[in-house]
């Protein structure tokens, strides 16, 4: 066991951005030494089954990488909990795709600004919602269970995004 950490909701989803050289300051303000290591994102959701609520969570963590460390400690780095539910996740670069319970797919981008509390964080680009039309966006047979990139060739500019839905 490396670390461990108590998340506010039960976790569905852990992804590991496969990135290289990720660089953080792990003093608040983003100021200070920076350390190399990984990110990686954490999402969950919860379904208030008495008034079909539903309540989610979405942290971004960090990891040092250094061999002189017999156990690193993991940083939350950042925690949204104005999130429906995440019920899967997939980075591609430092880009992240986000399946949520509200029938939408989120679109976040990791970023080094001073607008966050470490100088690092995941800032919402889009909500892609993939209801039909006359459809209620809160309708439980909504949701976005999975998503995933779809394979590309190298020299495409664009990139896209499979998903699939409990409603099929």
Not at 69 to 75: A, E, G, I, K
Not at 88 to 93: E, L, V
Not at 149 to 162: F, N, Q
């Amino acid at each position: 066991l490396m670390d461990q950490f108590e998340t506010p909701r039960t976790p569905d989803t852990v992804e590991t951005c496969v990135e290289q050289g990720i660089k953080v300051s792990l003093k608040r303000g983003g100021e200070g030494e920076e350390t190399e290591g990984k990110v990686f994102v954490c999402g969950s959701y919860e379904l208030e089954a008495e008034t079909q609520s539903r309540f989610g969570w979405l942290g971004l963590f960090f990891v040092p990488v250094d061999p002189l460390l017999s156990r690193p400690t993991m940083t939350l780095l950042q925690s949204q909990t104005d999130v429906s539910g995440t019920l899967d996740s997939r980075w591609n670069g430092k880009d992240l795709i986000t399946a949520q319970a509200n029938g939408s797919v989120g679109l976040y981008r990791l970023e080094n600004s001073e607008d966050f509390e470490y100088g690092i964080g995941l800032r919402q680009k889009t909500e892609i919602f993939l209801t039909e039309e006359g459809t209620e966006r809160d309708d439980l047979c909504n949701l976005v269970l999975a998503v995933d990139w779809a394979p590309s060739s190298p020299d495409s500019v664009s990139r896209k995004i499979v998903a699939t839905q409990r409603n099929g």
